[in-house]
């Protein structure tokens, strides 16, 4: 093998001897060129597998022959100087021999880099020929979108219906052939006639342009005709105003008062107006007026002017001069106190007539920082009544109007947070200022369309005009009632303190003709008084006995025994019943709780007062009641068993007929009395 490798190699040793070795040169230059490119064709032809395999055994054989020559040297002997040139020609041929395998490798590698590179060069040219399309095709869907997303004007008018367009549109303009089939055209067919009928309008626009500049012109000259006018009108009502006064139509009092009703705070004003059409439509004889300074109510809403500085020089020198004292704190509160509970310059008035001509003077302010209202109350009669002690408190300003409504006692004020404005200035209770400002009733506040909720704190609250109507007529009533009913216990009252217990005709027949017992005392007594009574706890503990509620005290006489009854008249009398509480002092003090009989007594007149009502509207209840107590009284001594142990003749003798003189195991005495048979029987 290594002599077939260096007979391979020995044409490529080239000589240079002489001219003709040039020329052989430069022919062996150009077989060597040839060869060397034959080199890279055979590149292609040459199987890289063998050449390895080649490659490998030319490394054994290099191996070995080294080895072999290093043996040789190792050995020293002279002779095998020869051996050792031969094995270094077959090496140095082995070794021209991997030069070719390493010239053939390299040849192969550079051949697979520009396979590699041209590879690569179009795949990079692929690459940027697929950006661009994916460029192109971004590019494309932007535009598409914004095709898809387009808006024309036209979209945002509103056009005519198509049924509407086809009905009115001329033909020249809907087209129908056309515009049927193609959305386009029918499109531009219905802006063609929303811009025909928007000409039209256009035009009447300007027709009505100049129709109201005609009429504003004749405006200005009736204006002016008017403005003359008033004048005349003027003279025209003061003339008038006797002939008003005689024909009893004020219309210019009214009209002054809505002029200064403009200036009322908003419950007031709501009073004012929800009580003036009450009284137009339903209630002729209820008066509605405004009272006080409309100049003061005025410099309210104006704005504080600032101060100029006008002094002369000696108010100057007089101000450094003088030295005020500091205000002490409790100046500083009750002034706090003052601007807190202050009342608004105008208030409502309001006369409720009766039939008798009895006169009930209301009158409303208004709180202005406390933002609630109260009423002061004041009756006039028609008549001069008798004076009497015990009905002091029936016409009194603090005591006329409680408990209107139920639990309504006008003392407390009705809005929440008024307690936190007490608070800053030290203001325990509005009751202590009941007297000078009026009593802060609920139906007050209905009335001037004011509600404050306390399970839902509002932080304003206004004036509403449907509260204050939804509570006129009904709290109308209710005054006018408990008008009446004071003025009719005021009478009676006048009767019982000189021992007489009135009773009309009409309630003659629930009583026998003759009654012995009577009525030696009436008084009034105050609360502490009442609750002191032993006989009274259990009216006390059953809550029918309030500070609120009027107390008096009835003595009824017959020989020697005394009744006692203790009267507890309720505000809403005669709508709720007077309960009475007994007291016999006859032989012995006898009440409910040891006495059935007194028990069955307290019955007749506090459980069976309905027979007692009377005529409507029941204003005889309390006077039958005692008369009533004066006829048990009777019945009571009457049927007691006569002491034997005492000589003489019985103390009450048996004046009434009686059925039966006592039933049952409490021994209960015959109280009912039977019209028109005139007996008494057991109930």
């Not at 008369?627 to 003489?648: A, F």
Request: hydrophobic letters at 35%; charged letters at 30%.
């Amino acid at each position: 093998m290594s002599s077939d490798s260096s007979k391979k190699r020995k044409p490529k040793v080239i000589r240079t001897d002489g001219g003709l070795q040039e020329g052989k040169r430069g022919k062996a230059d150009a077989d060597q060129d040839v060869r060397y490119y034959s080199e890279e064709c055979e590149v292609d032809l040459r199987d890289p597998i063998k050449d390895y395999e080649l490659y490998r055994e030319t490394c054994q054989e290099l191996q070995r022959l080294m080895a072999e020559i290093q043996e040789l040297k190792s050995r020293g002997i002279k002779d095998n100087a020869s051996e050792i040139d031969e094995r270094r020609i077959q090496s140095c041929v082995h070794f021209m021999t991997l030069k070719k395998l390493n010239r053939l490798a390299h040849i192969r590698l550079k051949k697979g880099r520009d396979q590699t590179h041209e590879a690569k060069q179009k795949v990079d040219a692929y690459h940027l020929q697929l950006q661009n399309l994916l460029y192109e095709v971004m590019h494309l869907q932007k535009e598409i979108t914004k095709c898809l997303e387009f808006k024309s004007k036209h979209e945002e008018i509103e056009l005519v219906s198509l049924e509407e367009f086809y009905k009115e549109a001329p033909p020249e303009i809907s087209r129908p052939a056309i515009t049927l089939s193609e959305p386009h055209q029918q499109t531009l067919a219905r802006l063609d006639w929303e811009l025909e009928q928007r000409k039209r309008l256009a035009e009447k626009y300007r027709e009505c342009l100049t129709s109201k500049e005609k009429i504003l012109k004749e405006i200005e000259v009736k204006k002016e005709y008017l403005s003359s006018l008033q004048p005349r009108l003027n003279s025209i009502m003061q003339a008038s105003l006797p002939v008003q006064e005689y024909l009893f139509m004020p219309f210019d009092q009214a009209h002054k008062q809505y002029e200064t009703a403009r200036h009322l705070p908003p419950p007031l004003y709501v009073l004012f107006v929800q009580a003036s059409a009450y009284g137009q439509a339903c209630d002729k004889k209820l008066v509605v007026a405004i009272e006080g300074s409309v100049e003061e109510a005025k410099a309210l809403y104006k704005p504080p002017e600032d101060s100029q500085d006008d002094e002369s020089d000696s108010d100057a020198e007089e101000e450094q001069t003088t030295k005020r004292r500091r205000p002490t704190l409790g100046v500083q509160l009750d002034d706090k106190r003052k601007e807190m509970l202050k009342r608004h310059p105008l208030s409502v008035t309001v006369d409720l007539k009766c039939k008798d001509e009895n006169v009930l003077h209301l009158t409303f302010y208004y709180l202005m920082n406390l933002n609630v209202m109260t009423v002061k109350a004041k009756v006039t009669t028609a008549v001069e009544m008798t004076t009497a002690i015990s009905a002091g408190d029936l016409l009194s300003p603090d005591s006329l109007l409680n408990c209107l409504y139920p639990g309504d006692h006008g003392r407390k004020t009705p809005n929440p947070a008024n307690q936190f404005q007490f608070d800053k200035v030290g203001i325990l209770t509005l009751s202590d200022y009941v007297t000078e400002l009026g009593h802060p009733y609920v139906w007050v506040q209905k009335l001037g369309g004011l509600h404050f909720p306390k399970d839902q704190p509002q932080h304003t609250v206004t004036a509403d005009n449907s509260l204050s109507a939804s509570h006129m007529e009904l709290t109308v009533k209710l005054l006018r009632t408990r008008l009446q009913s004071r003025l009719a216990l005021h009478k009676q009252f006048a009767s019982l303190e000189h021992g007489v217990v009135p009773v009309s005709s009409e309630c003659q027949h629930l009583f026998p003709t003759k009654i012995v017992s009577r009525l030696v005392k009436w008084v009034a007594i105050p609360y502490e008084d009442y609750a002191e009574l032993p006989y009274t706890k259990d009216v006390i503990e059953a809550g029918l006995a309030e500070d609120t509620h009027l107390y008096y005290m009835a003595l009824i006489e017959r020989g020697t025994a005394k009744l006692q009854a203790a009267v507890v008249l309720n505000p809403g009398y005669s709508t709720l019943s007077p309960v009475f509480s007994l007291c016999l002092n006859w032989k012995g003090e006898r009440t409910s709780s040891n006495d059935d009989n007194i028990r069955a007594m307290e019955s007749e007149v506090n459980v069976n007062y309905k027979e007692l009502w009377g005529p409507k509207p029941g204003y005889q209840l309390l006077t039958n009641q005692l008369q009533r107590l004066c006829m048990v009284l009777d019945v009571y001594l009457e049927t007691e068993p006569h002491d034997t142990s005492v000589e003489g003749p019985k103390e009450f003798p048996q004046e009434k007929m009686c059925l039966r003189l006592v039933r049952g195991p409490m021994r209960l005495k015959p109280f009912k009395f039977n019209y028109p048979q005139g007996f008494f029987s057991h109930r």
